[in-house]
């Protein structure tokens, strides 16, 4: 995941939260410090107490999810496996979309210019990681796999959901992205 926030970071993407939020069961715990080892420094690693509610059933998530959340802590995607795997360029396009295009809306913490990293350059190449359906972001009806809901217009991999006021973006293995 470290790979991915630093090619987005290099393309001018700045600003972008990362968590991973771990499980909450008993293994997941013993294997907290081994994954904090694993982890960059600039990806904040969520450690689950046992006797609080477990955030990925409130968030109706599962191991391996991303969920995408806008400046002003909406939901913008959620994404699953196999769509989650990072490779495949979908996480990378709901993190682009997210930050690039507002597909929630105004929110107050945004800048009204266009972002650095928006901005199309005349000699850019397409992404060689990126596929055709990580630029597809339509959500009419495609059977693959996403989850779908109504969030601010239709969008692969969108749940529904209302979340807190955090503030940035979070992106997240048990992920929590936000640009």
Known sequence: MDDLRQKLEGQGLKDVVYMVVNQQGEQARRLHSML???????????????QQPDVWQTLSGQKDDFLIYDRCGRLTHHISLPYSIIGLGHVEGAIKDTYCKRICGDC??????????????????????ATPAAKEDTGHGHGHGHRHGHHHGHHHGVQPRSHDHNHGHHHGVNHGVQP
Do not use: F, M
Not at 40 to 49: G, H, P, R, V
Not at 108 to 129: I, M, Y
């Open 36 to 50: 904090a080892q694993r982890l960059s420094e600039n990806i904040t690693l969520y450690k689950q107490e046992e």
């Open 108 to 129: 107050t913490h945004e800048r009204t210019e266009t972002p650095e990293g928006c901005v199309e350059k005349a000699d850019a190449l397409p992404d060689a990681d």
